[in-house]
Structures are given as structure tokens and as C-alpha cells.
Nanobody, 129 residues
Framework: EVQVVESGGGLVQPGETLVLSCNASGVTRRDYAITWSRQAPGKEREAVSCIIVSNAHAYYPNDEIRGRFRISLNFGEKMVYLQIDNLQPEDTAVYYC?????????????????????WGKGTLVTVSS
């Protein structure tokens, strides 16, 4: 059984750095991607980064996100990390991790088109002074 568990959220001050962790256990295939998405209050969920596990190719939706967010993979431990630098109040959101099977290029950023196979319950990040 696949389980996806996020951790690392909390209350941080503007300008700080935070690292979120995602553990996707029970995945027995190599052709999958891990996506980090977030949902701010009153807004739609949006993907902020994803990584294809088989080749460690990472994708970001735009340059602003690419400049402050960094996704990384520890394949052996089945852990994916999301480092967010220079956190701002607008980064306040629930951050979700998801698994997508059969990813191709940046399909892992496109939930509405390609879907996700498994989701975690999310971890709350609050940026406030």
C-alpha cells in the first residue's frame, strides 16, 4: 500500500528558510514522480515543483518559484525534500506531496490534465512575523 506523508511545516518568520520532507512508501515501481503542491486559503491548489524519480529531473512552474524553491531526492530513503528560501507571507499554505505514475517531462506539474495517483494529507506552513 502506498502511503505519502509530509512533514516539516510550521510557523516561520519572513525571510527564513524551511525544508519540507515527503516520504512515499510502498511504491514498487521506478516510473513515478513526486510533486509538491500548495493550497493557500481561498485559492486553488498549485504545483510548485516536481521531480521524476528515475532520472532526478526537476521541474518548476515559473522562474519566480525556481528562484526560491529547490526540490531534491534521496532515492534510497524514498524521501523528497522541498527547500523554500526567503519565505514570504504569501507562501502561507498547506503543502501537499503527491505521487504520479508514468510521468513524462513536466506532466507532474499538471494535476488537472494528468492527475495524481496518491496524495498526502499535507503540512501547514505559516509565514508571519
Amino acid at each position: 500500500e502506498v502511503q505519502v506523508v509530509e512533514s516539516g511545516g510550521g510557523l516561520v518568520q519572513p525571510g527564513e528558510t524551511l525544508v519540507l520532507s515527503c516520504n512515499a512508501s510502498g511504491v514498487t515501481r521506478r516510473d513515478y514522480a513526486i510533486t509538491w503542491s500548495r493550497q493557500a486559503p481561498g485559492k486553488e491548489r498549485e504545483a510548485v515543483s516536481c521531480i521524476i524519480v528515475s532520472n532526478a529531473h526537476a521541474y518548476y512552474p515559473n522562474d519566480e518559484i525556481r528562484g526560491r524553491f529547490r526540490i531534491s531526492l534521496n532515492f534510497g530513503e524514498k524521501m523528497v525534500y522541498l527547500q523554500i528560501d526567503n519565505l514570504q507571507p504569501e507562501d502561507t499554505a498547506v503543502y501537499y506531496c503527491s505521487v504520479q505514475f508514468n510521468p513524462h517531462e513536466n506532466s507532474c506539474l499538471q494535476e488537472k490534465i494528468y492527475g495524481m495517483n496518491y496524495w498526502g494529507k499535507g503540512t501547514l506552513v505559516t509565514v508571519s512575523s
